[in-house]
Every structure is written in C-alpha cells, then in structure tokens.
C-alpha cells in the first residue's frame, strides 16, 4: 500500500477540527507485537498499559480516564497504515500516538500524524536520519544508533581495547555507521578498524569470521541483528585456532539478548549490549516504581517486571502522562504538543530527557549489559 492511496485519507485528516475530546483520553500503539521485532514491541506495550493503569487506578488525570489501545502490526508497514487510520477515526478522537515500532512503521505513519495534528510520542526506533529530521508532532525518547556506537568505542578506549573490527551490511546505512567508527578511531589515534561487510542477501558468516581473525582484532563491534551476530558468533568458533585470544564482542540496541542466546548458544556468554534505559533490576525511584506497577497487573510474569523494553515503554508513558496533565482539563491534540515540548528537562535516577521547542529528541541514555554464563543479562 503505497502512501498515495491515503491521500483523500490526509486531506480529511487535515480539515478535521481538533477539539477537546469528550470522555476517556485515548492513547494508541501500533507495534510488532507478533513476529520478529515483538520482544520490543510487545514489551513497550506492557510497560505503557502498566504506567496508565496506576494512574487510572488513581483518578486519572484531572478526573478523566486513558484508554490504551495497542493493535499488533506484525511489523508489516501496511498494516501499521491501516492500524493508524483506524485509531485516528475512531468516534471521540485520538489524542497520541506512542511506541509505533521501527523506522519504517514510524516514518510511514508520521504524514498521518501530521495531518490529523496528533503526537506521535517515543516510537521504538534509533535511527539517526529519522531524529535528524525535525518534525512538529513527532518526540523521540530514546537516542540514536550513533549515541550506542560512540558509547561503546569510548568504553573500549578506557579498557584499552584499540584493535576493532566492525561487522556491518554492506548497504548505505552500514556504510555511514563504518564511517561513525573510522572518524572515532582517527580523532583518538587508533589503529584503523577492520571493516568486514555482508551482503544482507546472501550473508556468509564463515567469510566474516575468517576476515576478523585475518584482520587479528580484539573486539568486534556488531552492527547488525540478532541473527547475524549469533551466527558470527558460532562461525567464530568453526575457525578458532588453538592458543588464540578470545575475541570481545560489543552490539548495538538492537540485538536481542534472547534472539542472540537462541542463535548462538553458549557462544554467547561475554556479549555486551547497549541499552536504552537503566538496569530494570537497579534501585532508582523510576525503575522502584516501575517494578511496581507491572506487578499490579495479573498478567505481568517475573520477565515482564526484569523487561528493558518493558521498562522503556513505562517511561514513555509516564513523559506523557505528564504533559497531559500540565496540558490541563481541556486538552486536545495542540495543547498536548505544547505541553509536550514544554516539559523542559525531565530527570528520572539516571535517565534524563530534555525537550523544548525545535527540540523533540529526549535522551541520548546509554547503558551496557553482558550476557552472564548462566545467558542471563547482567549490567
């Protein structure tokens, strides 16, 4: 489904009046909450319900209750379109739209946003071309891809680990993310990294692990999937030579640490991941709270209240949750924009956002995670 199609949709969108809408205040989520990206998805989606029951439980918000409507996308841009349409039709009127899931789904959803004038808030994507393009109605609260690469080559420069190879594909975006690296290694003197690059059509492993032995690396930096970093991971291991040094292996966000143990097994152990948020075990207020509120609810399980991403999406509804209210009782789509990009600096323990006007990108918040022995997470 192209967007051309949607257009008489934009148009009607467009020349609707955005008044107070009477009733419940509705929030709506499309995600992955099916198939590849659904630990994400699924995962924000149970923070958010959780953050927006205890406040229901509460009152609500100036006496008024959220209603949470999350619908699974499958990551399929299609349906995220027709996702979005369906919730900015319903009767009394959506006033945001949060946690949408990926660039694509995001930066296809987004005219949609912007002809209805509704928030489009925290969607679950790093992508550093998406944040750089400034628009009215869309806020960020998670960071860039970028912000989780400078982290971890600033952390290997303080560990002392110079000699880096960095498995990327080999199209445009793994092309300027290598350039990221190799302008980091030049401005601190390191020696240049080993790029190793796949075709994402026909990727052959065994090749890019023979290439990182080849190039005698320390560290690997993955820039790429779960997928492909396990099975780097098991290659690695095919071509391991008695007495050679193991190899440090660092991955973006978007590695999951579950989809990377089903992958590699216990190949996995040492991997380090960045993440988006603090330690869902730590012990600030934010995460304290957190914890709480998924055990309110009858359905959290013990790796719901341990989830990052269910975490982020506690967060995210939280920021929002509070705009409303400094929107005041009679908030519509505009005030909450207002009210959105009036928040100024919000700081939660270790996470802090930041936004204000011609500024919707929240947090540049990176911690890492190892994968323990026992292929649990630890910070």
Sequence with gaps: MSLALHAPLLAQLAATPHGRPAGKLRIAQSASLSGPQSDAGLGFSKGAKAAFAAVNAAGGVHGRLIEFVSEDDGDDVNRTLRNTE???AMGEGTLALIGYTGTASTKAAIPLAKAAGVVMFAPITGSDDLQAEFHP?????RGT????ILKILQHLTTIGSQRIGVLHPADSLGQRKMALVMDFASRHQLPVPKSVAYDTRSPDMTVAAKALREGQVQTVLHLTSSQYSGQLLKALDGVHEPGAAALNHYGVSNINATDLVRVAGKSAHGFVIAKRVPNPAGTSTIVAEFRGAMQAQPSASKADVASAAALEGYIAARLLIKALWNAGPRVDRAALRN???ALGRQEMGTFAVAYGPGKHRGSSFVDLAMVR???????
Aim: hydrophobic content about 50%; overall charge negative; proline content about 0%.
């Design 86 to 88: 369906q919730f900015l």
């Design 137 to 141: 109605h869309v806020f960020f609260v």
């Design 145 to 148: 891809h970028s912000d989780e």
């Design 339 to 341: 009210a959105l990009e």
């Design 373 to 379: 022995d026992d292929m649990t997470v630890a910070r």
